[in-house]
RNA sequence: GCGGAUAUGCCGGAGUGGUCAAACGGGACAGACUCAAAAUCUGUUGGCUUAGUGCCUACAAAGGUUCGAAUCCUUUUAUCCGCACCA
């Protein structure tokens, strides 16, 4: 393509000072060289704690998404920072994962080197985005000074109890080759392969026993200021439900179970226990084993994801389970659509009442009891689904009459009396599957003793650390190093094994905003002074999809450091803020096979950091997703040439108290809006403040206010033009502006709206009449000041010769009478 | 299936009972400047219309509340997100 290249080098001439490279190198300098957001405890500033979720350090470097994200997070501290907080705003890497290992396997180096790279090619492109972090604080989570803590945390849970082995029916990725947590699978595939299925597998594994703090979890929603959707998907998560727990008598044993739905115990008609459930086999007779192991093996072959959609399938164990109400004998059932450890891994089925045990009642043939009946009457026969609204109890022996809300309460109390079960409250969160089959990620601290069994490996040996030689695709890497594997016993001396399976990612990011605190301690996790005095985080920051994994985990493992004595507080983030989605230009979701990828690195390059800064967070609402556009960033780019241009050749005027009162107006709400995180608002306050700068009469110090509010936006422009305005100082250290109300002037705004008005109404004439040249205009004698004010400015956008008359003024020129119309606030034209 | 959110002009996106044909940005168009501009400045950008702010049609669709609705209520439709056999 033919290109003009003349044309092109005058436009970017003009403002190349703007993504010069010299100026944002310049400033990346001089903050680092004067260390200027690094903090310590001994300010008697009050602290404010901002963070972004820290990042994955991929090959791949920053992506838009981290651009935005964290420019949210530095506008905020910046933000805060100016307003006279000791302000605590770090940065680090969550640098184990597996990720790094797969990447590091494909491109054949080792992980630690791959990570290494990353972090540093990281680095970079953060300077580069002028991102004001502390970074004498920077933690690394594959750092063994670092994993050494989540290890010495695991070790606490285990001697709390709140760390356990078990086995039980696990979510298998076979890409990942590794099991994965309740939290990490999402609709049946795994959280990182969106086409891959999750299988169940039956292992023994690590978990922590998060339902411990189910409640806790729950109730402390209630006391942080986070989005609405956000405390409404964790309470979702944790899904607290009250019911009723009854003993059911089968083969001589009590087996409980839980149902929310004691009102229809008298329409049992048989049990159904989970198919994955530990103690099934317990359950079945010999009879009938053959037929139970055709159907394990039949489910074994499938899917998550494919037994969600199964049809309803069981088969009967050969037991029987003994109504406590009514003492009637019904079959046992296992089936494939009872969650193992929801409740007991049991249900009573009521198929009259229950459209899943409707459902499997009829394919099985199982009789229906109708228990609970509605004015229009039921029959069994003619059902063909489930009847699950209200009604009055029938066939319920002396409970009969009454209406099933109500006997839910008393039959309840009637099973409690007779020690035949109790009210309890269940939680759909489960307990969390922290070990991974995988390399890169904390060791568990445990050895295998042949003789002692499970050991803790003493604190004074943490960390264990990763051994750097092991093999990658033979199953679990760590097992390949057979000399680090070998271990001997903490307890007896012994021969022992050190146990494989590496921690779940997601534990490095569960405490890391409190390493910040004091990251180079070696002696202990963080002095808890420092920590008390730093956290909770004031505003934290990051993506929606976290909202059910990693901030799940932070505030379970907050609450467990707090019980430990270490922590005042039980709430790690205060204040949260979701960011929204940045999509390609065509609305898709930025991928390199669909070539739609915007580069931060390029952006830069071409516009400068400002301008990306700015236009990012202008574009819509942050917390709403939006389409990249590339036609808005140039927008945004000239919009920062004009205020550079203007700032360099600005010559101070006299106070003006029009200016002063736009200034005054315009900080009131851009400090309102930055707090509210609606940047698009509080830009477009500095857009139409600037507006008035450039045909208003502006002194120093506005001008100077008016760079301190643009500041947190675009901090290299903005520190240049501080300098050149002769001052000293950091324009990041500076005070943030302070809405001074007196000088609000609303009358002068009105005014501006009067003149507004007359102009469109002069343009709204000539479009009706034609071309013109001369606009008489009559006014109000008491307004004539008002406008003559303006009259060069209305020339100027009628493009027309102005001139003013007042009504009463005997010499007007006035060829028509026109000046007759005039009225108070809507002066009269005459065009000609 | 359940739960949540959203729906505004050519586009992005403000606006939550009157001051709204609707901020701001982008685009388009016209004019100024210029040899020329994608730079800068000024204006126009639902329709009709008058030397003047009027009328009509509009804020997904249909109803409703109200003196008055983009804004409140109901239903419907579409899109997005979360959970998904939780007994």
Request: charged share 30%; hydrophobic share 35%; aromatic share 12%.
């Amino acid at each position: 393509m033919e290109m003009d290249f003349s044309k092109i080098d005058r436009g970017k001439q003009e403002v190349s000072h703007l993504n010069s490279e010299a100026i944002q190198k310049k400033w990346q300098k001089k903050w680092e060289e004067s260390k200027i957001f690094e903090v310590g405890e001994s300010s008697k500033k009050k602290k404010f704690y901002v963070l972004d979720m820290f990042p994955y350090p991929s090959g791949a470097g920053l992506h838009i998404g981290h651009a935005f994200v964290f420019s949210l997070g530095d506008i905020f501290a910046r933000f805060k920072r100016m307003q006279g907080f000791n302000v605590l705003y770090p940065i680090g890497y969550d640098s184990l994962g597996l990720p790094a290992e797969n990447a590091a396997i494909k491109v054949g180096t080792h992980p630690a080197e791959y990570t290494k790279k990353s972090i540093a090619n990281f680095m970079k492109q953060q300077k580069a985005m002028g991102w004001s972090y502390d970074w004498s604080r920077m933690v690394s989570t594959s750092d063994p000074k670092y994993y050494k803590w989540d290890q010495w945390i695991f070790l606490k849970m285990l001697e709390k109890g709140i760390a356990y082995r078990k086995k039980s029916a696990v979510n298998w990725c076979p890409k990942c080759q590794s099991v994965l947590a309740n939290e990490q699978v999402i609709g049946g595939k795994c959280w990182r392969h969106e086409d891959c299925d999750v299988e169940i597998k039956h292992l023994e594994q690590w978990f922590f026993k998060i339902t411990n703090y189910a409640e806790r979890l729950l109730n402390g929603l209630e006391n942080v200021d986070w989005p609405e959707r956000a405390k409404l998907m964790q309470k979702n998560w944790i899904g607290k439900s009250h019911g009723t727990e009854i003993l059911f008598e089968i083969n001589g044993n009590k087996w409980p179970i839980f149902t929310t739905r004691p009102d229809t115990i008298f329409g049992v008609t048989f049990m159904v226990v989970s198919a994955q459930h530990p103690r099934l086999m317990e359950l079945v007779t010999d009879k009938q084993k053959k037929d139970v192991e055709k159907f394990l093996k039949k489910l074994k072959s499938v899917s998550e994801k494919e037994l969600a959609d199964m049809e309803k399938e069981g088969v009967f164990t050969g037991s029987y389970a003994i109504n406590p109400m009514t003492k009637e004998k019904v079959p046992v059932w296992a089936g494939n659509f009872v969650v193992a450890d929801y409740g007991s891994g049991m249900v009573m089925a009521v198929p009259a009442h229950d459209q899943r045990d409707f459902e499997f009642a009829e394919k099985y043939e199982i009789p229906v009891k109708i228990v609970i009946q509605p004015d229009e009457h039921l029959a069994p026969e003619r059902m063909t689904e489930a009847y699950t609204g209200d009604g009055k109890l029938v066939n319920s022996e002396n409970f009969d009459g009454l209406h099933n809300e109500e006997a839910k309460e008393h039959i309840s109390i009637y099973l409690k009396e007779k020690k035949l079960g109790k009210k309890v409250v269940n939680y759909k969160l489960r307990d969390w599957l922290i070990s991974r089959q995988r390399y890169w990620g904390t060791p568990i601290p445990i050895i295998y003793c042949d003789k002692c069994g499970i050991v803790p490996v003493p604190e004074k040996d943490l960390p264990v650390e990763l051994p750097k030689e092991v093999e990658f695709g033979k199953g679990n890497p760590l097992a390949t190093n057979k000399k680090w594997m070998n271990a001997k016993c903490p307890k007896c001396g012994g021969n022992g094994r050190r146990e494989t399976d590496t921690m779940d990612t997601f534990v490095n990011s569960s405490w890391y905003y409190l390493r910040y605190s004091d990251p180079k301690n070696d002696r202990k996790i963080f002095d808890t002074k420092k920590a008390n005095y730093w956290a909770p985080i004031d505003q934290y920051i990051g993506g929606p999809e976290h909202i059910t994994m990693h901030l799940i985990y932070l505030r379970f493992y907050t609450k467990f450091l707090k019980d430990l004595g270490l922590l005042k507080f039980e709430e790690p983030a205060l204040r949260y803020f979701t960011q929204g989605i940045v999509h390609a230009s065509d609305g898709e979701k930025m991928s390199k096979s669909k070539g739609n990828v915007i580069e931060p690195l390029d952006m830069i390059n071409k516009y400068g950091a400002d301008s990306l800064r700015l236009f990012l967070v202008s574009i819509a609402s942050p917390d709403k997703d939006f389409n990249w556009d590339d036609k808005g960033i140039q927008g945004t780019f000239n919009f920062i040439s004009k205020i550079y241009n203007y700032f360099e050749n600005f010559e101070s005027a006299k106070v003006s108290p029009k200016i002063e009162s736009k200034l005054n107006k315009a900080i009131k709400e851009i400090t309102d809006y930055v707090q509210d995180f609606k940047h698009n608002l509080a830009v477009i306050k500095i857009r139409s403040l600037f507006e008035s700068f450039a045909d208003g009469d502006v002194d120093k110090k506005s001008a100077e206010a008016f760079l301190k509010l643009l500041h947190i936006y675009c901090p290299f422009a903005t520190e240049e033009l501080w300098e050149k305005f002769g001052n000293k100082t950091f324009i990041s250290l500076e005070k943030w502006p302070v809405a001074d109300e007196k000088k609000i002037n609303e009358k002068l705004e009105e005014q501006e709206k009067a003149i507004d008005s007359l102009v469109n109404d002069i343009n709204n004439v000539l479009r009706i009449v034609g071309e013109k040249n001369k606009v008489s205009i009559y006014v109000i004698p008491k307004e004539k000041e008002i406008y003559e004010d303006a009259i060069e400015m209305i020339g100027k956008r009628t493009n027309l010769e102005v001139s003013i008359y007042s009504v009463n003024d005997k010499d007007k020129y006035d060829p028509e009478g026109k000046s007759k119309k005039a009225k108070l606030g809507k002066p009269a034209i005459y065009l000609e």
